[in-house]
């Protein structure tokens, strides 16, 4: 068992699948198996080439070549592998993957849209990935048996969101890869039409807190429970509409409402600072009757903790500025120009999942 659980430590999980696939392959070349593997699995066919490579040169598979065809295979010792991990990949995997997998899922999930439609505010949404990641894990919103409501103010940053949903199984990992396509649910902003589990439909900058406030208001006259929390970019701070619904949400003493500012430093091209100044921004918020906190808006621990103690207690409505990075504090996405409209080629997704899961 200990032997089994270092083995599945050296193998990712698509060297997993493309063993589990070759495993009793007789007649497919490496390039149609893993093009099929590709289409019916979500993972960029270019992934899948990557990791069918290593494991050749590791002597686990083999296959033919254009001008010598031939099927792909397990050696001895791939066979060997496969039949000790693969039996024992879904008891073990649970107690391997580490309590920030999910967040790790969801940045790779956000990337692999992008990669897929060549399209997508990608670093908006890396950059709120770990705060709606932490969201879900706490107060699993948006659900037909949960009593809390979720609204993504800054809906450009739609990918994460969906990436999320994925990751709940809510929807499936392969129709993320329909981002923005013709008669897909999932548009570049989220549509409640085409996707319940958006609650709403948002896109144009600085509503979302007003309809936050109004389902919390809401929920006060009803004596229903359940929080509410909006997410809304820094950027989107610059609306007046946005601090009318502050205005509100402290006269009406909303303590089920959590407004998270995904503090990126960052609106279009330019600092938000150079474009029109918003600190001293927890003073802001203070001066308008809500309690205020400042935290690493990439540490899901403290985002967690953070969420947890106010869903437990809250005695006004709560703005949680989380400073965050337009790379999602993926290193090799760093100091990347124009991380407005990014979208990675290949060779930055593989390097950008290698930097994600600490390989």
């Given at each position: 068992m200990?032997l089994?659980k ?13 063993i589990s ?12 198996l893993?093009?099929?593997l590709?289409?019916?699995s ?10 069918a ?5 590791s ?5 033919g ?9 397990l ?7 496969f039949n000790?991990l693969?039996?024992?990949?879904e ?5 391997l ?10 940045k790779t999930?956000?990337?692999r ?6 399209l997508?505010?990608?670093p ?12 879900f ?5 948006n659900?037909?048996?949960s009593?809390?409501?979720?609204v ?7 990918p994460a ?12 990992d392969?129709?993320?890869l329909?981002?923005g ?14 996707l319940p589990q ?20 809401g ?11 909006v997410?809304?970019?820094d950027g989107?701070?610059?609306?007046g ?6 205005m ?5 003493r ?6 998270v ?9 330019g600092?938000?600072?150079d ?5 001293p921004?927890e003073e802001?918020?203070?001066s308008?009757?809500?309690?205020t ?7 899901p621990e ?10 437990a ?11 965050t990075e ?34």
């Amino acid at each position: 068992m200990i032997l089994a659980k270092l083995l599945l430590k050296a193998f990712n999980q698509n060297q997993l699948l493309i063993i589990s696939t070759v495993n009793g392959n007789q007649t497919l070349t490496a390039s149609s198996l893993l093009a099929k593997l590709s289409k019916t699995s979500g993972v960029p066919l270019s992934t899948l080439k990557l990791n069918a490579k290593i494991l050749r040169q590791s002597g686990l598979i083999v296959y033919g070549t254009p001008e010598n065809p031939r099927s792909i295979s397990l050696t001895g010792t791939g066979k060997m592998l496969f039949n000790i991990l693969v039996p024992l990949k879904e008891h073990l995997q649970p107690e391997l993957n580490d309590k920030n997998q999910v967040f790790k899922n969801a940045k790779t999930k956000v990337l692999r849209q992008g990669v897929s439609s060549g399209l997508g505010h990608l670093p908006s949404s890396l950059s709120a990935s770990d705060l709606i990641a932490s969201i879900f894990r706490v107060f699993s919103p948006n659900v037909v048996d949960s009593h809390n409501s979720f609204v993504l103010s800054k809906g450009h940053a739609a990918p994460a969101l969906y990436a999320m949903l994925a990751e709940d199984k809510t929807i499936n990992d392969n129709e993320l890869l329909s981002l923005g396509s013709l008669g897909s649910r999932l548009q570049s902003h989220p549509e409640r039409k085409f996707l319940p589990q958006s609650l709403v439909s948002t896109g144009s900058l600085g509503q979302g807190l007003s309809i936050g406030v109004g389902i919390a208001l809401g929920k006060k006259i009803k004596n229903e429970e359940g929080k509410v929390i909006v997410l809304v970019g820094d950027g989107e701070l610059n609306e007046g509409q946005i601090w009318e619904a502050a205005m509100s949400g402290a006269h009406h003493r909303l303590d089920n409402l959590i407004v998270v500012v995904d503090r990126n430093l960052l609106q279009l091209n330019g600092s938000t600072e150079d474009i029109k100044r918003l600190e001293p921004l927890e003073e802001k918020w203070s001066s308008f009757g809500w309690e205020t906190i400042i935290t690493e808006g990439h540490n899901p621990e403290k985002l967690i903790r953070i969420l947890e103690q106010l869903n437990a207690h809250q005695n006004k409505p709560m703005a949680i500025i989380a400073m965050t990075e337009r790379s999602g504090g993926i290193k090799s996405i760093r100091g990347k120009k124009n991380l407005f409209h990014f979208i990675p080629t290949p060779e930055e997704f593989e390097r950008a999942v290698i930097d994600i899961n600490g390989i």
